[in-house]
């Protein structure tokens, strides 16, 4: 067993972002990821845990993804430039994660993986964070009318007649995030109650 250890290496990583706290958790949760402070060149993995990813945070990250150890980049954000990421977004080194998916643990292994499992010679970033975001923009330019997937989801269990209990297994959320997002489409469109937004809804071809 402790042969297999040491054949498995150390990564470094380092942060952008404004979750400091994040950092810390994820060293905390990943055995063998030690955390370099404001130093880019030294790390084999970039990590961005925000609530936003702006385009100052995203220029950032493409520029420290050309140092000579080409680093992979990790980003757990909930949007993207003020637009909701809903999925998960991947090509080569580079993966954009929905922050409502995942614990510390699981960005912990998924860094380890990403810098863990470059091969020989690594890949530059910057090119796949360019190619990651286009996508991102294309789907957000095609979503209907401002709502997002969960959403659009949201509306359809709530003209279906579902009640809280039933749309939170559904989006595999709590009660509480199910009222959160209703309260946001009852304010978006002014509707009175759930039974006016779908109306609104239905009538809009929202859904």
């Given at each position: 067993?402790?042969?297999?250890?040491?054949?498995?290496?150390?990564?470094?990583?380092?942060?952008?972002?404004?979750?400091?706290?994040?950092?810390?958790?994820?060293?905390?949760?990943?055995?063998?990821?030690?955390?370099?402070?404001?130093?880019?060149?030294?790390?084999?993995a970039l990590?961005?845990?925000?609530?936003?990813?702006?385009?100052?945070?995203?220029?950032?990250?493409?520029?420290?993804?050309?140092?000579?150890?080409?680093?992979?980049?990790?980003?757990?954000?909930?949007?993207?430039?003020?637009?909701?990421?809903?999925?998960?977004?991947?090509?080569?080194?580079?993966?954009?994660?929905?922050?409502?998916?995942?614990?510390?643990?699981?960005?912990?292994?998924?860094?380890?993986?990403?810098?863990?499992?470059?091969?020989?010679?690594?890949?530059?970033?910057?090119?796949?964070?360019?190619?990651?975001?286009?996508?991102?923009?294309?789907?957000?330019?095609?979503?209907?009318?401002?709502?997002?997937?969960?959403?659009?989801?949201l509306l359809?269990?709530?003209?279906?007649?579902?009640?809280?209990?039933?749309?939170?297994?559904?989006?595999?959320?709590?009660?509480?995030?199910?009222?959160?997002?209703?309260?946001?489409?009852?304010?978006?469109?002014?509707?009175?109650?759930?039974?006016?937004?779908?109306?609104?809804?239905?009538?809009?071809?929202?859904?």
């Amino acid at each position: 067993m402790e042969t297999v250890l040491r054949k498995e290496p150390t990564v470094w990583f380092t942060l952008f972002g404004d979750d400091m706290l994040a950092a810390e958790g994820v060293a905390a949760a990943g055995a063998r990821l030690r955390f370099v402070a404001a130093a880019p060149e030294q790390a084999d993995a970039l990590l961005a845990v925000t609530l936003d990813l702006t385009d100052e945070m995203l220029s950032n990250l493409a520029f420290a993804a050309m140092s000579r150890r080409r680093p992979a980049v990790l980003v757990v954000t909930g949007t993207v430039a003020g637009r909701p990421l809903t999925r998960e977004l991947v090509s080569g080194p580079v993966r954009l994660i929905p922050r409502r998916d995942v614990t510390m643990a699981g960005v912990a292994t998924l860094l380890y993986e990403a810098a863990a499992g470059r091969s020989l010679p690594y890949e530059p970033a910057a090119p796949h964070l360019d190619r990651l975001l286009a996508e991102f923009r294309r789907e957000d330019a095609d979503r209907p009318r401002g709502l997002d997937e969960r959403e659009t989801r949201l509306l359809n269990l709530l003209a279906d007649g579902a009640d809280t209990a039933t749309i939170a297994r559904a989006l595999h959320c709590s009660s509480h995030t199910v009222k959160r997002l209703v309260a946001d489409l009852l304010q978006r469109y002014q509707a009175r109650n759930r039974a006016h937004v779908v109306a609104h809804a239905l009538q809009s071809g929202l859904i």
